[in-house]
């Protein structure tokens, strides 16, 4: 007999869920585990690292062929839990089918008495916590509801360091500096808020007023940005082990991923970016981060339920420490710069 766990989310959330399943593998030790992971976040397998753990791939978004993939994975393993903690709507049916298997889950209710899964499929499963969305008071984050499914009714106090996964490669070690701040660029947040390379350029600089040397990296889309960013910054192309100096203290790491990417994040000295995966890794080194914390739904002008939902949204992903900074970016780029000067400031 074994656990299952449904994991297939993007890295950001794969960290929220990092606590839930180290419990699930503590407590069962001496069974197989069984994950699954999208191809988002495949790469950071080494976090979930154990004996007694098998990591599979399954699609973040669900095809029919994967659906039926993982039915047949059911009927024929001899699993006795599984753990749904990606609340995707296929999962909830499952138990309707497995009834021999406990089905712990994480389920979610939001405005206009949308519940995912509905009342009647709750029946169906043997433990399970609500993210509720529709509440506009602060409430528990999904890591800390997470943490509660799969220890019991309380908070065990699983505190990992993930600091043992900070071995840094021979090139890492020859281009990092020893001092620096790191950064993430985001062109889909750039593009939303109106900012330019002209205000990236200005973010740049602001940064090397604080700290000496800068490490970026961006979304591992080619674009004209790869280009731009290696004719003005020096830079290393992981993809080809290329390094161009162009004797700047900041650098461009092009096309860098998995334990390379989290061990430029744990080696930095302090973390800036929009809310996603480079802000969630950081947190869970407890880095000094400033989260540039922009959504969609988040306007110059909102109305109530716009600000209602970016709250709430605020609440459930936050993590929560002393040097864990946020501003709201706006598209005027001077009001953001100023708001960010103080957490660069004080953490340098």
């Given at each position: 007999?074994?656990?299952?766990?449904?994991?297939?989310?993007?890295?950001?959330?794969?960290?929220?869920?990092?606590?839930?399943?180290?419990?699930?593998?503590?407590?069962?030790?001496?069974?197989?585990?069984?994950?699954?992971?999208?191809?988002?976040?495949?790469?950071?397998?080494?976090?979930?690292?154990?004996?007694?753990?098998?990591?599979?791939?399954?699609?973040?978004?669900?095809?029919?062929?994967?659906?039926?993939?993982?039915f047949f994975y059911l009927i024929k393993n001899s699993v006795d839990n599984v753990y749904i903690l990606s609340p995707k709507n296929f999962y909830f049916y499952l138990p309707l089918?497995?009834?021999?298997?406990?089905?712990?889950?994480?389920?979610?209710?939001?405005?206009?008495?949308?519940?995912?899964?509905?009342?009647?499929?709750?029946?169906?499963?043997?433990?399970?916590?609500?993210?509720?969305?529709?509440?506009?008071?602060?409430?528990?984050?999904?890591?800390?509801?997470?943490?509660?499914?799969?220890?019991?009714?309380?908070?065990?106090?699983?505190?990992?360091?993930?600091?043992?996964?900070?071995?840094?490669?021979?090139?890492?070690?020859?281009?990092?500096?020893?001092?620096?701040?790191?950064?993430?660029?985001?062109?889909?947040?750039?593009?939303?808020?109106?900012?330019?390379?002209?205000?990236?350029?200005?973010?740049?600089?602001?940064?090397?007023?604080?700290?000496?040397?800068?490490?970026?990296?961006?979304?591992?889309?080619?674009?004209?940005?790869?280009?731009?960013?290696?004719?003005?910054?020096?830079?290393?192309?992981?993809?080809?082990?290329?390094?161009?100096?162009?004797?700047?203290?900041?650098?461009?790491?092009?096309?860098?991923?998995?334990?390379?990417?989290?061990?430029?994040?744990?080696?930095?000295?302090?973390?800036?970016?929009?809310?996603?995966?480079?802000?969630?890794?950081?947190?869970?080194?407890?880095?000094?981060?400033?989260?540039?914390?922009?959504?969609?739904?988040?306007?110059?002008?909102?109305?109530?339920?716009?600000?209602?939902?970016?709250?709430?949204?605020?609440?459930?992903?936050?993590?929560?420490?002393k040097t864990y900074d946020f501003v709201i970016p706006k598209k005027d780029f001077k009001k953001t710069l100023k708001k960010m000067k103080f957490s660069l400031k004080v953490n340098?």
């Open positions: 007999m074994h656990s299952v766990i449904l994991k297939n989310d993007a890295v950001g959330d794969l960290v929220h869920s990092l606590p839930a399943i180290d419990n699930v593998i503590s407590a069962k030790s001496n069974k197989k585990i069984t994950i699954f992971l999208s191809e988002r976040s495949k790469k950071f397998n080494f976090l979930i690292e154990a004996q007694n753990v098998e990591i599979k791939v399954i699609n973040y978004n669900l095809t029919i062929f994967h659906k039926i993939n993982l089918f497995f009834r021999k298997i406990k089905f712990y889950a994480l389920c979610v209710n939001d405005i206009n008495n949308y519940k995912r899964p509905n009342s009647f499929l709750r029946k169906f499963l043997f433990k399970y916590v609500i993210n509720e969305r529709q509440k506009s008071f602060k409430r528990d984050s999904t890591k800390s509801l997470q943490n509660k499914l799969t220890s019991n009714g309380t908070v065990n106090a699983v505190n990992k360091n993930y600091d043992i996964f900070l071995k840094k490669t021979g090139y890492l070690s020859k281009y990092l500096p020893d001092y620096y701040l790191y950064f993430h660029f985001k062109k889909k947040r750039f593009e939303a808020l109106n900012w330019k390379l002209k205000e990236f350029s200005l973010l740049l600089n602001e940064f090397n007023k604080y700290y000496q040397n800068v490490v970026f990296t961006k979304d591992n889309i080619i674009d004209e940005n790869n280009s731009i960013f290696k004719d003005i910054f020096n830079s290393y192309d992981f993809k080809t082990d290329t390094f161009i100096n162009k004797n700047k203290n900041i650098i461009f790491l092009d096309g860098i991923e998995g334990r390379d990417l989290f061990n430029v994040i744990g080696h930095s000295n302090k973390v800036v970016a929009f809310h996603g995966m480079m802000t969630n890794l950081a947190s869970l080194i407890k880095k000094p981060v400033l989260d540039l914390f922009h959504i969609d739904v988040l306007a110059e002008n909102m109305d109530w339920e716009s600000y209602r939902k970016t709250r709430n949204f605020f609440y459930e992903f936050k993590p929560a420490y340098n």
